[in-house]
């Protein structure tokens, strides 16, 4: 059954960087679009960004854009959210997520995905 499994949160202060990891198992996405989602307390999951298969296509949210990067390594089927200059505001549940057959497009709505991992907390302190 396919998984998918986040790492790499934790509590830092305004202005640090965390590297987030979202690794596969029992199947392979290495030809898929991946997308990181976020969740904060009290309000609905929000897209913050996606790659496409081979890492040529990005997309981000307008709120992370120049802070955050997207990167893979299909080889170790794992896909990275480099996070800087955090935040309080990125303070959240961190999701990545895999949809159902091989989009040629990085969708940005939730529903597009099917495979979600358990997600990982992020707290950027002020």
């Known amino acids: 059954q396919a998984q998918l499994v986040e790492s790499g949160g934790g509590l830092v202060q305004a202005g640090a960087s965390l590297r987030l990891s979202c690794t596969a198992s029992?199947?392979?996405?290495?030809?898929?679009?991946i997308g990181w989602f976020r969740q904060a307390s009290g309000k609905e999951r929000e897209f913050v960004a996606g790659?496409?298969?081979?890492?040529?296509?990005?997309d981000y949210s307008d709120s992370v854009k120049g802070r955050f990067t997207i990167s893979r390594d299909n080889a170790k089927n794992t896909v990275y959210l480099q996070m800087n200059s955090l935040k309080p505001e990125d303070t959240a549940v961190y999701y990545c997520?895999?949809?159902?057959?091989?989009?040629?497009?990085?969708?940005?709505?939730?529903?597009?995905?099917?495979?979600w991992g358990q997600g990982t907390q992020v707290t950027v302190s002020s």
């Open positions: 029992g199947a392979t996405f290495s030809g898929y679009v």
């Open positions: 790659i496409d298969w081979n890492g040529g296509i990005t």
């Open positions: 997520a895999a949809p159902p057959i091989n989009y040629s497009h990085i969708y940005t709505r939730s529903g597009a995905y099917d495979y």
